[in-house]
DNA sequence: CCGGGCATCCTTTTT
DNA sequence: GGATGCCCGG
C-alpha cells in the first residue's frame, strides 16, 4: 500500500480516517465518500498496528459487504484483507452463532428461515390453536413476533407486558402472545431461526454466556458499522456489547437517510451515539462529490422539512447542471412509455449506455409498465429485488431436500417434499404425522422413521419408508464427506425432479428446468470457489445452506456490470448512485405511500425516502407521476404527491414534453422530438380504454352445470352391487343411466350419462357418491 | 387422494 | 393483475 492514501482525502474525511482509537460517529450526507472513508480507515488502521484478524465491519446488505470487500482488497490486496471479518449483520452474526449453537441448543446446521417460511410455521401454529388466520393475519403476526425480537423482548416478557397487551386486546387480537410462545417453540424444535432470530439469538449468546461475550470482544478489538442509522434496538445492543471494553467503535450514518424503521430501526441510536459514549469524536462530511448543484439543492430543501435532524450544511463543488425534469403523464403505462422513449433519446443525444439509468419506484408492483415499455422498446433492463431467485417454488422445493438432508429437525421443510414430487403421502397422512410428533413429543422426522411402529400401513408405508430411505441415503454423502454439488446432483436424480421438469415443455416448465440448472450451477461453483477465509474451508452442504439463506437476489448479480438499465425499489437503491435517475410515481397515496401518512414519525421517513431517491442522481433527474393508474386491475385517481410542491420551483422544469409521448401502437419506431410530437400526444390520449371512467364491470358467469336438487331420501348405494344399464341420481349432476363399469374392486369406474348435466361422465364411486333409483 | 378452477386477499419498503 | 387458498369433481 502507498502512502498518499491520506493525500486523496478532503479535511474531514483525513479526520475520520485517522482516529484510531475510542468511540467515533462520522456524519456522513449522501455522497460524501462514506465508503472511502471507511475502506480507507480500515488501511490506515492495519498501517498502524492493527491486526486484521481484530477489525469487524458490519454492513447492512451483502451488496455493500462486498464493494467494502473489493475496496479494501484494492488498497491491501487480498492476502491481507481476507483476514477481515466484513459482512452483513446477519451473516457475520449466523457464522458465529454456527460455532456457537449448540451452547443455545441448536445443531450448528440450524436452518434459516425466510419471512415465507416463518409465515408458513405461524400459520401451522394458528391452524393448531383452533385461530383463525383471517382474524390473525399471518403478516400480521409475524409482524407483532418480528418487532418484539427486534426489542429483544421474549414471549414470556410479551405476555406480560402490560402495554402490549393492552394493544393487541384493543385490535381485539389478544392471543399474539401465545402464538409467538409456540412459534418459537416450534422454531427451536425444528433447529431454526428466523432472520430476527441471528440478532435476537446473539444478543442472548453473549448476554448469558460471559466467556463467549469476553472471547468475541477479544477478537473484534475494532469495530466499524456502515448505516448506524438503520440499526434497531438489537443491533444497538450487541454491538454495545460487543464493544464494551474496547470502546473502539466507529458508526458511520446519515440520519436523513433513515429509512428502515417499518424493521425495528430507531433513529434513536444514531441521534444518541454522543450520549451512549463519551469522548466521541464527531467528524462530518458534508461535501458531495455526487451530484449537481440542481440536484442536491432540491435533496437538501426537501429534507429540510423535517424536524430534529443532525445539524449539517450539505453542499457540492459540482457543476448546477439541468434541472429536474418533472413530467405528468396520465397514466401508469403512459408513464412506463415516456420513462423508455427518454432513455432511447438520452442514449443517443447524451451518448449514455443503458447502464447509465435507474428507474427508483416506491413498490415493487409498479415495476410492471416499465419492464413493458422497456421490452417493446428493445432496452435490455434487470430488475433487482421482488421475488429472488431463491423465492422461486422450484428452488425453494429443491433446497428444502438439501435443507431437510442437513437438518432433519425441520419439520417445515419436511413437510414441504414429503410429498414433492408425488408419491402419495398425502394431507391424512401428514397431520397423522404430525399428530403423532405432538403426542409423543417426537420430531416429526422420527414419526416418519418408525412409521410402521405408528401403525402406517401399505401404499402410505411403503411411500413412507422410501422417502426416509432416500433421504438417509444423501445423509450418508455427508457423512462420507461428499461437496454440496454432489448431493444436490443426487437428489435431483433420485428424487426425479430434474427428470420431471425437463419432461414439462410447458414455458412455465422450461423456465423452471433452466433455474434448477442454474442453482445446481451455483452450487457448483460454490464447490470449486477457494473459501477466502480459513475458518471455512470445508465446502460442506451445511456451509453452502448457511450462506445461502442469506443472500438475496442483489448479490447475484456476477453481470455487474452488464449493460442493463436497473429497476429497483428506492429502499433497494440505498447507497448506490447513477447518472440519470427517473423517480418515478410521485403520486399521494403512493409515495408518500397511504400506510405512511398517519403520523408525522411516518411521514417524515417518506420523506427521507424521497432524499435519498433523489440523492441517487449524479448528473440527470426525472421525476413523473401519473394522472391515473391501475391498482388491483381498477383504475384509481391520484393527487401529485406532496414532495413536488416542497421541491423548490427554481430547479424544477415541468415544461420538458418527455422523450416524445408517442402513439400507443409505435412499437419500433420511436419518434421524439421532432415535429411529430403534437401529434403523437394528441393520439396518446384519444387511445386511452374507456375503461378510465373507473368502473368496470365483470360478468358473472353462468353455471355450467344446472344445479340438481337431491332427492330428499338420498343415500349412497354400495357401489359393489353397481352394474352398466342401472339408472341412478347424483347430487349435483341428477338423474342418469350407467353405460359401463371398469375398474378393480376397491377403486370402480362407473361411466353414466346424465341427460341433464353435460352428457357423458366417468365417476369415481369411492369419492363421488351414486344412489341406484332403478337396477 | 389430487389437481384444476374459482374466489379472495392484496401492497409498502428487506435481511 | 397476481398469488394463494379452498372447494369440488374425477
Known amino acids: 500500500m502507498n502512502d498518499n492514501y491520506l493525500s486523496e482525502l478532503n479535511e474531514p474525511q483525513r479526520a475520520a480516517v485517522m482516529h484510531i482509537n475510542g468511540p467515533l460517529m462520522i456524519v456522513a450526507g449522501a455522497g460524501s465518500g462514506k465508503t472511502k472513508v471507511l475502506t480507507t480507515r480500515i488501511a490506515h488502521l492495519l498501517r498502524n498496528g492493527v491486526d486484521a484478524f481484530n477489525i469487524l465491519s458490519l454492513t447492512f446488505t451483502n451488496k455493500a459487504a462486498k464493494e467494502m470487500k473489493e475496496r479494501v482488497e484494492r488498497i491491501l490486496g487480498s492476502s491481507e484483507a481476507r483476514n477481515l471479518y466484513i459482512g452483513t449483520f446477519h451473516s457475520v452474526f449466523a457464522r458465529l452463532l454456527r460455532a456457537e449453537a449448540t451452547k443455545l441448543g441448536y445443531p450448528s446446521d440450524f436452518t434459516i428461515y425466510d419471512s415465507d417460511d416463518a409465515k408458513s410455521v405461524i400459520k401451522t401454529i394458528l ?66 431461526m428466523d432472520f430476527d432470530d441471528l440478532l435476537y439469538k446473539m444478543y442472548l449468546l453473549l448476554k448469558h454466556f460471559p466467556e463467549v461475550l469476553h472471547k468475541y470482544q477479544h477478537k473484534f478489538k475494532y469495530i466499524m458499522i456502515d448505516e448506524y442509522q438503520d440499526t434497531n434496538p438489537a443491533q444497538y445492543e450487541i454491538i454495545k456489547l460487543l464493544g464494551a471494553a474496547h470502546e473502539n467503535i466507529c458508526v458511520v450514518g446519515d440520519d436523513a437517510q433513515s429509512i428502515y424503521s417499518f424493521r425495528g430501526a430507531t433513529i434513536q441510536n444514531i441521534l444518541q451515539f454522543e450520549k451512549d459514549y463519551e469522548d466521541t469524536k464527531v467528524v462530518k462530511l458534508e461535501q458531495n462529490y455526487r451530484s449537481t448543484k440542481s440536484i442536491l439543492n432540491v435533496a437538501n430543501e426537501v429534507i429540510g422539512n423535517n424536524k430534529g435532524q443532525i445539524e449539517k450544511a450539505l453542499w457540492t463543488d459540482n457543476i448546477e447542471g439541468e434541472k ?56 435490455a433492463y434487470r430488475i433487482f429485488g421482488g421475488i429472488s431467485f431463491y423465492q422461486r417454488k422450484e428452488i425453494k422445493d429443491f433446497l428444502s431436500y438439501l435443507r431437510v438432508v442437513s437438518n432433519t429437525r425441520d419439520e417445515e421443510n419436511i413437510k414441504r417434499i414429503i410429498n414433492y414430487p408425488i408419491r402419495g403421502i398425502g394431507k391424512t397422512t401428514i397431520e397423522k404425522t404430525m399428530v403423532l410428533a405432538n403426542d409423543q413429543d417426537i420430531p416429526f422426522w422420527e414419526v416418519l422413521v418408525r412409521a410402521r411402529e405408528f401403525g402406517f400401513k401399505g401404499g402410505t408405508l411403503e411411500a413412507i419408508d422410501g422417502f426416509v430411505t432416500m433421504i438417509q441415503s444423501f445423509q450418508a454423502m455427508v457423512q462420507q464427506q461428499h461437496n454440496a454439488y454432489d448431493i444436490a446432483i443426487a437428489v435431483g436424480k433420485s428424487t426425479g425432479i430434474v427428470k420431471e421438469l425437463f419432461n414439462d415443455k410447458t414455458t412455465e416448465g422450461l423456465a423452471r428446468y433452466e433455474n434448477i440448472q442454474e442453482l445446481l450451477n451455483s452450487i457448483k461453483e460454490f464447490t470449486e470457489t477457494p473459501t477466502e477465509d480459513g475458518e471455512l474451508l470445508e465446502k460442506s452442504l451445511g456451509t453452502y445452506l448457511q450462506q445461502i439463506s442469506l443472500l438475496t437476489d442483489a448479490d447475484n448479480g456476477s453481470d455487474e456490470n452488464s449493460d442493463v438499465v436497473k429497476l429497483m425499489t428506492i429502499h433497494a437503491a440505498k447507497g448506490l448512485e447513477f447518472p440519470v435517475v427517473f423517480n418515478v410515481g410521485l403520486e399521494e397515496s403512493l409515495f408518500p405511500s397511504s400506510m405512511s401518512i398517519n403520523t408525522r414519525e411516518e411521514l417524515e421517513e417518506e420523506r427521507r425516502l424521497f432524499y435519498v431517491a433523489v440523492t441517487r442522481a449524479k448528473t440527470r433527474l426525472f421525476i413523473s407521476y401519473a394522472n391515473s393508474r391501475y391498482r388491483f386491475g381498477n383504475l384509481v385517481q391520484n393527487e401529485p404527491s406532496r414532495f413536488l410542491d ?124 351414486l344412489m341406484i333409483t332403478k337396477r
Open 127 to 192: 391452524h393448531e390453536l383452533n385461530l383463525d388466520d383471517k382474524h390473525y393475519k399471518p403478516n400480521l403476526v409475524y409482524g407483532r413476533i418480528s418487532a418484539a425480537k427486534n426489542n429483544l423482548m421474549s414471549p414470556e416478557e410479551y405476555k406480560h407486558d402490560h402495554a402490549i397487551q393492552q394493544e393487541d386486546m384493543r385490535a381485539n387480537r389478544p392471543m399474539i402472545g401465545h402464538i409467538y410462545e409456540a412459534y418459537a417453540k416450534r422454531c427451536f424444535k425444528n433447529g431454526a
Open 324 to 379: 429536474i425534469k418533472l413530467v405528468r403523464t396520465m397514466t401508469d403505462n403512459e408513464e412506463g412509455k415516456f420513462v423508455a422513449d427518454t432513455i432511447a433519446e438520452q442514449k443517443l443525444r447524451n451518448h449514455y449506455n443503458n447502464r447509465d439509468f435507474c428507474i427508483l419506484y416506491r413498490t415493487n408492483a409498479q415495476s410492471r409498465s416499465f419492464e413493458e415499455s422497456l421490452r417493446r422498446m428493445n432496452i
Open 646 to 769: 416542497e421541491m423548490p420551483e427554481k430547479y424544477i422544469d415541468r415544461s420538458y414534453a418527455g422523450g416524445g409521448v408517442r402513439n400507443a401502437f409505435g412499437g419500433s419506431n420511436s419518434g421524439w422530438g421532432n415535429s411529430n410530437n403534437m401529434f403523437d400526444r394528441k393520439k396518446t390520449v384519444v387511445t386511452q380504454p374507456p375503461t378510465a371512467t373507473g368502473v368496470r364491470s365483470t360478468p358473472k358467469p353462468m353455471p355450467v352445470v344446472s344445479t340438481h336438487v337431491p332427492s330428499p331420501n338420498f343415500t349412497p348405494d354400495d357401489p359393489a352391487t353397481m352394474e352398466a344399464g342401472m339408472e341412478v341420481e347424483h347430487q349435483k349432476f341428477g338423474f342418469g343411466t350407467i353405460t359401463a363399469m371398469e375398474g378393480a374392486s376397491h377403486n370402480r369406474i362407473a361411466t353414466v350419462v346424465f341427460p341433464k348435466a353435460g352428457g357423458e361422465k366417468k365417476i369415481m364411486l369411492n369419492y363421488a357418491k
